[in-house]
């Protein structure tokens, strides 16, 4: 029997984390040997979710990374900073995967700007590989570091990215994004915008007129594709449902092409992509394609007499937005089966 791969999940108590052990528990290839939650600190994971499992959680300083091979971390924002530090430091071998923000950016300034903090270990940001991978697989499959992408900023990009790379987008107007998430999309914390009397049968806009923090992180990405300057509208909206992602796109396009041309570049894209796939022309992406999976799901259309294309790109917020692309980007780096645990 081969031995399997060693990790711990850092921030356990969020629905990120919770999600990832919910993941990694059907795992073929991996033994959990730690979950942690500095304020859940020897309470089992059964006292904060509905689980009959009665792992023990620990808080962080405790974990013993020298018996891990791969670590998880799904902690606050500016909170990775001391274990990325201790792991840096004592293994040349330990695999990292962040889901926070901490090293999604290459300019600390950027994160700065759009988290409000100064960036606690800037250092650190070149080892770092963005972990979106589809777009990033050789990379990744190199990498000791990787930073989880954001969830909006993953299915916009996927959602954009095959008309970008083939300069068939007019970048001269900005990419319009109307993005809608389910509730976990803003953690597991007391908010009374978050409270169901206020998220049922509504629809909530936030963060719009370029301040939404992922707007960065979508620019950075997109430019890298584009190999150019581009501008971005986004706007959130968060919607009455538990789980789920859609984004709706719009673009001006350089060339006059038919919905089933624009179909057929996507395809030709994601064809080899185990957690892609784009849909006939006469379908649309919707919530209930991807919710509960590691899918991306997309549908392209092209507005009949306009230059403008429209894009439905769908994915979970907690499986390929967080947990389900964390472990995908584990197996790529661990030479695993990419889709192991997530189909």
């Known amino acids: 029997m081969n031995k399997k791969f060693r990790v711990a999940i850092y921030g356990v108590s969020g629905y990120a984390g919770y999600e990832l052990y919910r993941l990694i528990k059907r795992h073929k290839e991996v033994e959990l040997k730690y979950v942690t939650a500095e304020t859940s600190a020897g309470k089992k994971l059964s006292d904060l979710f509905a689980t009959t499992d009665d792992l023990r959680i620990i808080k962080n300083d405790d974990v013993n990374t020298a018996e891990l091979d791969a670590v ?44 409000g903090n100064k960036h606690t270990s800037p250092d650190f940001l070149d080892d770092f590989v963005y972990g979106l991978t589809e777009i990033n697989r050789d990379s990744i ?10 969830c909006y900023p993953t299915a916009t990009i996927l959602g954009v990215y095959p008309l970008l790379r083939e300069k068939l987008i007019d970048l001269a107007e900005p990419v319009i994004i109307d993005a809608k998430s389910g509730v976990t999309g803003a ?23 370029y301040v939404h923090r992922h707007t960065g992180e979508i620019e950075q990405e ?34 006059d092409l ?39 799901v997309i549908s392209v259309k092209k507005v009949e007499n306009s230059p403008y ?35």
Do not use: C
């Open 72 to 115: 998880f971390l799904s902690l606050p924002h500016g909170a990775a900073k001391s274990v990325v530090e201790q792991i840096a430091g004592t293994s040349e071998v330990m695999k990292i995967i962040d889901l926070s923000a901490d090293y999604r950016f290459d300019d600390p300034a950027e994160y700065e700007k759009w988290y």
């Open 187 to 209: 953690g597991r914390k007391p908010e009374v915008r978050l409270l169901f009397a206020e998220v049922n049968e509504n629809v909530s806009p936030y963060n719009i007129g």
């Open 222 to 255: 997109l430019r890298k594709v584009a190999k150019s300057d581009l501008k971005i509208i986004f706007s959130p909206h968060l919607m009455p449902i538990t789980r789920g992602m859609l984004n709706t796109i719009y673009v001006k396009l350089k060339s």
């Open 141 to 150: 499959r190199k990498a000791r570091f990787v930073a989880n992408p954001g």
């Open 309 to 343: 294309a429209i894009i439905v790109s769908s994915i979970d917020n907690l499986g390929k937005g967080a947990a389900g692309q964390a472990l995908q980007n584990f197996n790529v780096m661990a030479g695993i089966e990419e889709t192991e645990g997530l189909l």
């Open 258 to 296: 038919s919905t089933g041309e624009l179909t057929r570049i996507f395809q030709a894209t994601y064809d080899n992509e185990p957690l892609v796939k784009v849909l006939a022309e006469k379908s649309i992406a919707t919530f209930q394609h991807t919710i509960n999976t590691n899918l991306s």
